[in-house]
C-alpha cells in the first residue's frame, strides 16, 4: 500500500521560505505513469495545485506561484520536496502531497498525504 | 485559468436518499474532470476520474456524468459514510493547469 508523508516546519516567518518533504513508502517515485505533486489548502482559497514532478526531473508549477516555488525530487530517498519562497500569511495553509496518476490524459490524485499544516508568522 | 463552480454550497439530504451535486467549468475541460471527498480532518480520496470511471474501491453508489463544461456528481442512495465535503477537479491542459472546485458539504438532514 502507497503512503505519503508530509514533514517539515510548522511555523515560518513572514519573508523567509517553507520547505517541505514527502516521504514515500510502498513504492517507488522512480516510475513513468506518475507524476509527484503539492497541493495546499486553506479556508479561504479551498484546494489549490501548487505543482507537479516527474521523476525525471519535469516540473510544472501553478502560474499563480511558480515565480515562487520549486519542487524537487530525491530519489535516493524516495522523496520530493516543496520550497516556497518569500510568503505570506496568505501562505498558511494545510500542504498535501499526493501521487498524481498520469496516463490516458488523466492527470488527478490518486494517493494523498495526512498533511501537514503550516502558518506563515512571526 | 479554467474556473470550477460547485453547487450548491449546502446539500441537506436524508440517509437513503439521492444526492445530486453540479460543478460547472469556465470553459470545457472535454471529459477531463475527477470528483474527490473529503471528511473532517482528513485527506480528499479519489472517486471518480475521467468523468465517470470510479477509481478503485468505490462502491457503485457513486456516479459520475457530463461533459464539455456542466458535470455531475450523483450519490444514489446515501449512506453514514457519504457525508462529507466533495470536490470536483479539472484537468485538460498541457503543461497541466490543474484547479479544483470550492466544494459541496453533503450534510445530514
Known amino acids: 500500500q502507497l503512503q505519503l508523508q508530509e514533514s517539515g516546519p510548522g511555523l515560518v516567518k513572514p519573508s523567509e521560505t517553507l520547505s517541505l518533504t514527502c516521504s514515500v513508502s510502498?513504492?517507488?517515485?522512480?516510475?513513468?505513469?506518475?507524476?509527484w505533486g503539492w497541493i495546499r489548502q486553506s479556508p479561504g482559497k479551498g484546494l489549490e495545485w501548487i505543482g507537479n514532478?516527474?521523476?525525471?526531473?519535469?516540473?510544472y508549477y501553478n502560474p499563480s506561484l511558480k515565480s515562487r516555488v520549486t519542487i524537487s525530487l530525491d530519489t535516493s530517498k524516495n522523496q520530493f520536496s516543496l520550497r516556497l519562497s518569500s510568503v505570506t500569511a496568505a501562505d498558511t495553509a494545510l500542504y498535501y502531497c499526493?501521487?498524481?496518476?498520469?496516463?490516458?490524459?488523466?492527470?488527478?490524485?490518486?494517493?494523498w498525504g495526512q498533511g501537514t499544516l503550516v502558518t506563515v508568522s512571526s | 485559468e479554467t474556473v470550477m463552480t460547485q453547487s450548491p454550497v449546502t446539500l441537506s439530504v436524508s440517509p437513503g436518499e439521492r444526492a445530486t451535486l453540479s460543478c460547472r467549468a469556465s470553459?470545457?475541460?472535454?471529459?477531463?474532470l475527477a470528483w474527490y471527498q473529503q471528511k473532517p480532518g482528513q485527506a480528499p480520496r479519489l472517486l471518480i476520474y475521467?468523468?465517470?470511471t470510479r477509481a478503485t474501491g468505490i462502491p457503485a453508489r457513486f456516479s459520475g456524468s457530463g461533459s464539455g463544461t456542466e458535470f455531475t456528481l450523483t450519490i444514489s442512495s446515501l449512506q453514514s459514510e457519504d457525508f462529507a465535503v466533495y470536490y470536483c477537479?479539472?484537468?485538460?491542459?498541457?503543461?497541466?493547469?490543474?484547479?479544483f472546485g470550492g466544494g459541496t458539504k453533503v450534510e445530514i438532514k
Open positions: 499526493a501521487r498524481t496518476f498520469y496516463s490516458g490524459g488523466n492527470e488527478f490524485f490518486d494517493y
Open positions: 510502498g513504492g517507488s517515485i522512480s516510475t513513468n505513469t506518475y507524476f
Open positions: 514532478i516527474y521523476y525525471g526531473g519535469s516540473t
Open positions: 470553459q470545457s475541460v472535454s471529459s477531463n
Open positions: 475521467a468523468t465517470s
Open positions: 477537479q479539472q484537468y485538460n491542459y498541457w503543461p497541466p493547469r490543474l484547479t
